[in-house]
């Protein structure tokens, strides 16, 4: 008998507003002392007044639009009692029947899994605070920080659409590029920005994949998961413990909540799993009803383009290759330096579709080959400079125009790879312009054939044994000649060039 996943997820995101959803409290719990950034409000003290921040209200409409949900004309807030010491007041204030969002979804791509795209669900997104943050000390007692408690969370409600933990993982990292793409929050999952909570069920198929008995069967709610890797590895690890039990004929008979203990890499058991009724939800008697249809027609004007449909543009509008858009895309200052590149570029792109007429595909060869120079640069080698130096894009000192520059100087053959690089980091350390460098180091190609001649006559005749065994068929040694020319000439000489002359001259 087969066991088919039915895979749901919680997401909880950390707006990133100046301050908390309900009081005037800084909403930067990370940068003071423990319990410093709190206040009566936040604290739930007898008599207080919580009043709704409109940024975190605007925040969230705007996720609701990105998710292709539908924004309610009028909503609310509720109290979610529950006791618990992060929750110093013993009620959360949350959204219960009239979420600001609800009946979106995401279409994501799975890479080598059992279907290429999936169409995922999101059922709701509602707004709510965040509880304080329970400190577990070496000295076998526990602390509570309240600094965290009462920051605004928008929480992001999908229907079991997901078959595989894979396809969980992937929609986690589109959710996260999505808000930093709307710039909502960093959703920094080591950093507590981004939570989720992930519920696993199976459900039994007969040979012909029909569903045997109940469509949906009790899940298991695995908690506070603070890794894409985790959650990955906490729903397989639950499909294997509840496959265990569906063939000792021992199903979840009810709903629980499990935890995730990556160093025993297995869930471990934590409580049953408590429903709506458990939680006493009443309407928020201190807080107006929010009336949002005005809002979320200003807000659908604020959209910006979203990660896919920029990858999408990335690679019919510069000829990237779509794992290039993607890794590019993967970060949005990087994508927007990259936009910023193309755009420097724009003459020559005119330039080359001129030329449609004449020949449409050396038109596209040659966007091709230009996009392909600006990828392998950027990704390549300026990341791998950045990463050394322990810098990125948002901080180094080379701008988008002398960039753009750079890469002409490339694609021109007036900088090859080596003295390319010895460009590029002057330019780091100091956003030199790459013309500049060129000319004062001297960098510039050599393409003289008569002196890159005299130098292989050079070579040729210190290397006596080299060129006999080229003679006799080694071939690859001419990799080694070619090393010889670009070390006498500092890195300058012309490869193809020296190549060509070299052949000649050893035959």
């Given at each position: 008998m087969i066991y088919e996943p039915v895979i749901g997820l919680e997401i909880h995101i950390q707006l990133k507003t100046k301050t908390k959803m309900f009081c005037s409290c800084s909403a930067n719990e990370s940068a003071t002392s423990p319990n410093t950034n709190i206040c009566p409000i936040c604290l739930g003290h007898p008599g207080v007044l919580p009043v709704t921040n409109e940024q975190a209200v605007r925040f969230g409409i705007l996720l609701g639009i990105a998710l292709n949900c539908k924004i309610a004309n009028n909503s609310k807030f509720d109290r979610k009692n529950y006791f618990y010491p992060d929750l110093p007041k013993s009620y959360q204030i949350s959204q219960f029947d009239l979420p600001i969002a609800e009946h979106g979804y995401m279409d994501i791509e799975i890479p080598d899994g059992i279907r290429k795209t999936a169409r995922i669900g999101i059922t709701r997104a509602h707004l709510e605070e965040d509880a304080a943050k329970s400190l577990h000390g070496t000295d076998g007692k526990s602390y509570v920080d309240f600094n965290r408690g009462g920051t605004p969370l928008i929480e992001v409600v999908t229907e079991p659409d997901f078959k595989t933990p894979k396809e969980a993982k992937i929609f986690l990292q589109e959710l996260r590029l999505i808000a930093r793409y709307l710039g909502i929050s960093n959703a920094d999952m080591e950093k507590g920005q981004l939570r989720c909570d992930a519920n696993i069920s199976l459900r039994p198929l007969d040979e012909n994949g029909n569903i045997i008995g109940k469509t949906l069967n009790p899940k298991t709610e695995v908690k506070n998961i603070n890794s894409f890797k985790h959650v990955e590895r906490a729903l397989e690890h639950e499909i294997q413990r509840q496959t265990k039990l569906w063939k000792q004929d021992n199903p979840p008979a009810i709903s629980t909540t499990r935890g995730w203990n990556d160093e025993k890499q297995q869930t471990v058991d934590q409580r049953s799993k408590e429903d709506a009724a458990d939680?006493?939800?009443?309407?928020?008697?201190?807080?107006?009803?929010?009336?949002?249809?005005e809002i979320a027609e200003e807000m659908k004007q604020q959209l910006p383009e979203l990660p896919a449909k920029r990858r999408l543009r990335f690679t019919e509008e510069y000829s990237l290759r779509m794992m290039d858009s993607k890794q590019i895309c993967s970060d949005p200052a990087l994508a927007d330096f990259t936009e910023h590149v193309f755009s420097e570029l724009h003459a020559w792109m005119n330039s080359l579709d001129d030329m449609a007429d004449a020949d449409d595909e050396m038109v596209e060869s040659e966007k091709k080959k230009l996009g392909k120079i600006v990828s392998g640069w950027l990704l390549s080698k300026l990341g791998g400079l950045l990463s050394e130096r322990s810098i990125d894009v948002r901080t180094?000192?080379?701008?988008?125009?002398n960039f753009a520059e750079f890469i002409t100087l490339i694609a021109t053959k007036k900088l090859n790879n080596a003295t390319g690089l010895k460009v590029l980091n002057?330019?780091?350390?100091?956003?030199?312009?790459?013309?500049h460098v060129m000319e004062d180091e001297q960098l510039g190609q050599m393409d003289d054939e008569g002196a890159i001649a005299e130098i292989i006559t050079k070579i040729i005749e210190m290397n006596p044994k080299e060129v006999t065994r080229y003679k006799e068929g080694d071939e690859q040694l001419i990799k080694f000649f070619i090393g010889q020319v670009m070390k006498e000439t500092q890195g300058t000489a012309d490869p193809a060039l020296a190549k060509n002359i070299l052949k000649v001259k050893l035959n």
């Open positions: 939680y006493k939800y009443f309407p928020e008697p201190d807080i107006p009803a929010l009336s949002l249809t180094m000192k080379i701008n988008p125009e002057k330019m780091l350390d100091d956003g030199s312009d790459p013309s």
